[in-house]
């Protein structure tokens, strides 16, 4: 009776430990599944320009869509691995948008503080294997050539060893010339970024708030991997703006939708949902990239957060705005495949 229950107990140990290690394997196997499927970077790998589309490592047409930060010196509590971690987990962003402000209170007053807010931002997308952009968010960076040389000459430095890496160096010029002032300013910033980063996506402003993108035509700049940035606003821009970029596309240029809203364009006013489901379906059948206008809890339309919400993630549908539920839905449902 004793040898049978001793036998009885060699058994149970030896099943319990046959149980034991089916289950790491299986969690492990888990694990290394959910990381990869969450990893959008190792899928798509370095980017690059064929024609007028952003191609990944593969040379297969890709779109990137994900959310922009607001300026950094005002909206800089959102620039943290809590906020980030969400977007991605949770909206299904596969880019975010690190607009750092340059003035008033940005860059060029506290140059320290505000690069510190943009490399955690970085350090964040390379941890969770998304793309990143980093935008100099200006609307005068002619004026600021010298600091913006030496601000990307060192994040190339720093990071331009990572696919993640996006360079956006110009956000919204204004009422400028291309050939005269945006060009001659992006050729320059261009080329201290090419000295550490031969080859991750850089994306140029055009005149008139990134709304000129036909500008470029046959005026373009001599770099391989330069696109264009395409700006719009939903309840204030129409056809006539989707006929502009047209024409930008017919010529072959890539274009970037690095920034638009479901506002008006002063970042308020009601959203026209007629006119924002022709923009998405356009963006669609374009293949256009694009990041949504913004992360903030401030009082306005274009604000993804309600400003009651304090909280940096976990948010629930009452305390999103309605541009913010809108477009949480959209990414959701156009993007949960990629991360399968």
Same mark, same amino acid.
């Given at each position: 009776m004793n040898q049978i229950k001793k036998y009885n107990s060699i058994i149970i140990i030896f099943i319990s430990i046959l149980i034991i290690l089916a289950c790491e394997d299986s969690e492990g196997i888990t694990e290394q599944n959910d990381n990869s499927a969450l990893n959008i970077v190792e899928k798509y790998g370095q980017l690059s320009i064929n024609g007028s589309n952003l191609v990944d490592k593969s040379g297969e047409v890709i779109v990137l869509r994900g959310m922009s930060l607001f300026w950094s010196q005002w909206g800089g509590v959102y620039y943290n691995e809590e906020t980030i971690s969400w977007l991605r987990d949770d909206w299904k962003c596969t880019v975010i948008r690190a607009s750092m402000g340059i003035e008033p209170d940005g860059y060029i007053e506290n140059p320290e503080l505000e690069y510190g807010k943009i490399t955690t931002v970085i350090?964040?997308?390379?941890?969770?294997?998304? +793309?990143?952009?980093?935008?100099?968010?200006?609307?005068n960076a002619e004026n600021h050539k010298e600091q913006a040389v030496n601000f990307f000459k060192k994040i190339s430095e720093d990071y331009g060893e990572y696919p993640n890496i996006i360079y956006e160096? +110009?956000?919204?010029?204004? *009422?400028?010339?291309?050939? *005269?002032?945006?060009?001659? +300013?992006?050729e320059s910033v261009i080329e201290a970024i090419r000295? *550490?980063?031969?080859? =991750?996506?850089?994306?140029?402003?055009?005149? *008139?708030w990134s709304q000129d993108v036909e500008s470029v035509i046959n005026n373009t700049i001599a770099d391989d991997n330069v696109m264009y940035s395409f700006h719009f606003y939903t309840s204030t821009h129409k056809e006539w703006l989707r006929n502009k970029c047209d024409l930008a596309i017919?010529?072959?240029?890539?274009?970037f939708v690095s920034e638009w809203g479901l506002s008006e364009a002063?970042? =308020?006013?009601d959203i026209d949902f007629a006119e924002s489901n022709l923009w998405t379906n356009y963006l669609e059948e374009n293949n256009l990239s694009w990041c949504n206008w913004s992360i903030m809890n401030k009082d306005e339309t274009s604000a993804a957060i309600l400003s009651s919400t304090s909280t940096l993630s976990n948010w629930e549908n009452n305390q999103l705005s309605l541009s913010g539920n809108t477009i949480r839905d959209y990414l959701i449902r156009i993007n949960s495949d990629l991360f399968d």
């Open positions: 350090d964040v997308c390379l941890k969770l294997g998304i +793309y990143v952009i980093i935008d100099w968010h200006d609307h160096i +110009y956000n919204e010029p204004l *009422n400028v010339s291309w050939s *005269n002032v945006i060009k001659p +300013y992006a000295v *550490n980063d031969s080859d =991750n996506i850089i994306i140029v402003g055009t005149p *008139n017919a010529a072959n240029i890539p274009i002063s970042g =308020n006013g």
